[in-house]
């Protein structure tokens, strides 16, 4: 009987949990009284757990988790994903309550055919390079041609003033954002989509969109002519896909990655997951990024706030070298004893001159960096009538509709802080201190 390695902790599990409901329900279904059995196993082709747990009916519910997705399979009716059961199986096992047993019937037949399925989605994707080869100039040409019509579109814009867009609504947003989609520019038509949601000072947030796609679109026609490191940055922003596998064929960096904190977003489409990552030996920031469509998918709650692993990090090509991929990690994540330091550059580390010398170096290599991670020492929010700043060393805007969970944690005292610094001011994600990281 095989057994089931490093568990994972109650934070990393409730990460997966599509909302508060699912989290306050788990809870209450992880302890003794709902569960009849449960058990968990290692084999060579999947970790997981099952149980059998009280509802509604006679029969109890039949749950599986495969955490080499991870993957939930569950007899009960939600819609949700992972539901509630599944959720509260996983707790019980991150507490030490869900012994190795033997696989059943019932949740061995799942989870043979997960694995056979696995084995044939990859053989299907076995790359013909001549067939790529075209699909990528039959790509290359469909997005062409309908940048070059973005470009009419957004002269028409300006010509015509941003008044025509208040008077007509964001209905012609929504049009040129599909007709991205069909030109398979699929980061320009999310771009588009975007300005529909713009609130006040809407006029100089979609004027300055605006000059960015104009200078996408200059950029793509060149494409050719930039540097290797610029021209997959060009791609990235239009929306050409880079396939996991590439990804991983590039050189690691090897260091022990700090988790220094998530920040998770959501708009009608997707959710995203912004986990940033400091390298203790190499002082290099690295931006983990995943995505759910809907509630039945789970975002990546493998990098826990607060934990370091030491691990290969496989860079995405691009000009600011942010966005990582984790590949081979090399022993189990160990709690933070002491954060680590991006190296000094032109000012003293945790300043804000030197969060500013980070994000132009930053905004340098890329002109359409939204975001730069910064570590901000000895800072307190502060109000200023309707606004929030935060001072230290200097003062900058605190960007986000809820500062009240940073007030609370600093209590008006200064703290380190991670976050990231835009073009408008920044975003705090986590505060840290000498044993734990807090997020916020």
């Known amino acids: 009987m095989a057994t089931v390695g490093q568990r994972w902790d109650g934070e990393q599990v409730l990460a997966l949990a599509p909302d508060e409901a699912?989290?306050?329900?788990?809870?209450?279904?992880?302890?003794?009284?709902?569960?009849?059995?449960?058990?968990?196993?290692?084999?060579?082709t999947f970790t997981a757990m099952w149980g059998l747990c009280a509802g509604s009916g006679k029969r109890?519910?039949?749950?599986?988790?495969?955490?080499?997705?991870?993957?939930?399979?569950?007899?009960?009716?939600?819609?949700?994903?992972?539901?509630?059961?599944?959720?509260?199986?996983l707790l019980r096992w991150s507490s030490g309550q869900v012994a190795d047993t033997e696989i059943p019937p019932w949740a061995g037949e799942w989870l043979e055919d997960r694995a056979a399925k696995s084995l044939?989605?990859?053989?299907?994707?076995?790359?013909?390079?001549?067939?790529?080869?075209?699909?990528a100039e039959q790509r290359e040409a469909r997005v062409s041609a309908g940048l070059d019509e973005l470009d009419q579109w957004l002269s028409d814009q300006v010509r015509t003033g941003l008044a025509g867009l208040s008077r007509g609504g964001y209905a012609q947003l929504d049009a040129m954002a599909a007709r991205m989609v069909d030109a398979q520019a699929p980061a320009v038509a999310g771009t588009l989509r975007r300005l529909s949601t713009v609130g006040t000072g809407w006029t100089d947030t979609v004027l300055a969109e605006y000059g960015m796609l104009r200078l996408l679109v200059r950029a793509h026609r060149r494409i050719s002519e930039l540097p290797a490191p610029l021209a997959a940055t060009v791609k990235a922003q239009v929306g050409y896909p880079v396939s996991r596998e590439d990804v991983l064929a590039?050189?690691?960096?090897?260091?022990?990655?700090?988790?220094?904190?998530?920040?998770?977003?959501?708009?009608?489409?997707?959710?995203?997951?912004?986990?940033?990552?400091?390298?203790?030996?190499?002082?290099?920031?690295?931006?983990?990024?995943?995505?759910?469509?809907?509630?039945?998918?789970?975002?990546?709650?493998?990098?826990?706030?607060?934990?370091?692993?030491?691990?290969?990090?496989h860079f995405y090509p691009g000009a600011e070298g942010l966005r990582v991929l984790i590949g081979e990690r090399h022993g189990e994540p160990q709690r933070i004893s002491e954060?680590?330091?991006?190296?000094?550059?032109?000012?003293?580390?945790?300043?804000?001159?030197?969060?500013?010398?980070?994000?132009?170096?930053?905004?340098?290599?890329?002109?359409?960096?939204?975001?730069?991670?910064?570590?901000?020492?000895?800072?307190?929010?502060?109000?200023?009538?309707?606004?929030?700043?935060?001072?230290?060393?200097g003062t900058?805007?605190?960007?986000?509709?809820?500062?009240?969970?940073?007030?609370?944690?600093?209590?008006?005292?200064?703290?380190?802080?991670?976050?990231?610094?835009?073009?408008?001011?920044?975003?705090?994600?986590?505060v840290l201190t000498e044993t734990a990281v807090i997020r916020l």
Not at 374 to 387: E, K, M, S, Y
Request: glycine share 8%; hydrophobic share 45%; with cysteine.
């Open 396 to 430: 900058v805007r605190l960007l986000g509709a809820d500062p009240w969970p940073l007030v609370a944690v600093s209590g008006g005292h200064p703290v380190d802080v991670l976050a990231e610094w835009t073009a408008t001011g920044v975003r705090a994600v986590s």
């Open 250 to 313: 590039t050189a690691p960096v090897t260091d022990t990655w700090q988790v220094l904190g998530w920040r998770d977003t959501e708009d009608p489409r997707l959710r995203t997951r912004r986990a940033w990552l400091l390298g203790k030996q190499t002082g290099r920031p690295a931006l983990v990024l995943s995505y759910a469509a809907s509630v039945q998918q789970s975002l990546d709650a493998s990098l826990i706030p607060g934990e370091e692993v030491r691990a290969d990090a």
């Open 339 to 393: 954060i680590a330091a991006m190296p000094p550059g032109p000012a003293p580390p945790g300043t804000m001159a030197q969060a500013a010398s980070q994000w132009a170096a930053g905004l340098a290599a890329n002109p359409w960096l939204e975001a730069w991670p910064v570590l901000l020492a000895g800072v307190t929010p502060v109000r200023h009538d309707d606004d929030w700043t935060l001072v230290g060393d």
């Open 120 to 135: 044939t989605v990859r053989a299907e994707r076995t790359p013909d390079p001549v067939a790529a080869a075209k699909r």
């Open 60 to 89: 109890p519910y039949q749950v599986i988790v495969d955490l080499t997705g991870p993957a939930y399979k569950c007899t009960c009716p939600s819609r949700k994903f992972p539901c509630k059961h599944a959720l509260a199986l």
């Open 22 to 44: 699912s989290v306050r329900a788990a809870r209450g279904l992880s302890t003794d009284s709902p569960w009849s059995a449960a058990g968990a196993a290692d084999t060579q």
